[in-house]
T-cell receptor, first 116, second 116 residues
Framework: DGGITQSPKYLFRKEGQNVTLSCEQN?????MYWYRQDPGQGLRLIYY???????QKGDIAEGYSVSREKKESFPLTVTSAQKNPTAFYLC???????????????FGSGTQLSVL | DAKTTQPPSMDCAEGRAANLPCNHS???????VYWYRQIHSQGPQYIIH?????ETNEMASLIITEDRKSSTLILPHATLRDTAVYYC?????????????????WGLGTSLAVNP
């Protein structure tokens, strides 16, 4: 089935450690996104990529890094510079370059990151 | 900025219609309204979107007022599996993102509980 796969489902980070969250899609979508969700808050955009080898910062990019070497893959690295990384991380993709298709998002099942 | 206002929670009896309101009084003329839902610990799921006309698909109906300042998502026959947080979201201009001056704003949504 086509969709977005995020892994792992749960991840634990030690102090000073970088961790990478995986996001793979087989929907042939051009655009991919990373969101962070905290309890009591709405989704916040971390990074997005509209095409391979290009990505843009969202609202809360500090302490995070991404790469987009392949159309299917958009991994997110949570670096040691992110002082409050505990959150639910969601990856999404969209097919179109223009609204409304560009804002019809398909989400993965999420990764819960916690700090040890 | 165009933002949305939704009641924090609602209840609905199983088998009855669930009507979820959303206020978006500052929406611009060319901005779509999108509805998503999120079941606990999963990624959000796209439901429907609209611009001016009412829309219907296999999941729900979207009623948009003539002045476009509010809309209602209708689940015609709610089931227990419809228990989720429902998000009504619109696009907002973001001056910080050069070359991509729009983003979706995710609020806290409406937590819908469908009761047996």
């Amino acid at each position: 089935d086509g969709g977005i796969t995020q892994s792992p489902k749960y991840l634990f980070r030690k102090e000073g450690q970088n961790v990478t969250l995986s996001c793979e899609q087989n929907l042939n979508h051009d655009a991919m996104y990373w969101y962070r969700q905290d309890p009591g808050q709405g989704l916040r955009l971390i990074y997005y990529s509209q095409i391979v080898n290009d990505f843009q910062k969202g609202d809360i990019a500090e302490g995070y890094s991404v790469s987009r070497e392949k159309k299917e893959s958009f991994p997110l690295t949570v670096t040691s510079a992110q002082k409050n990384p505990t959150a639910f991380y969601l990856c999404a993709s969209s097919s179109g370059q223009r609204v409304p298709l560009s804002e019809k998002l398909f989400f993965g099942s999420g990764t819960q990151l916690s700090v040890l | 900025d165009a933002k949305t206002t939704q009641p924090p929670s609602m209840d609905c009896a199983e088998g009855r219609a669930a009507n979820l309101p959303c206020n978006h009084s500052t929406i611009s003329g060319n901005e779509y309204v999108y509805w998503y839902r999120q079941i606990h610990s999963q990624g959000p799921q796209y439901i429907i979107h609209g611009l001016k006309n009412n829309e219907t698909n296999e999941m729900a109906s979207l009623i948009i007022t003539e002045d476009r300042k509010s809309s209602t998502l209708i689940l015609p026959h709610a089931t227990l599996r419809d228990t989720a947080v429902y998000y009504c979201i619109v696009r907002v201009r973001s001056p910080r993102n050069a070359g991509n001056n729009r983003k979706l704003i995710w609020g806290l949504g409406t937590s819908l509980a469908v009761n047996p």
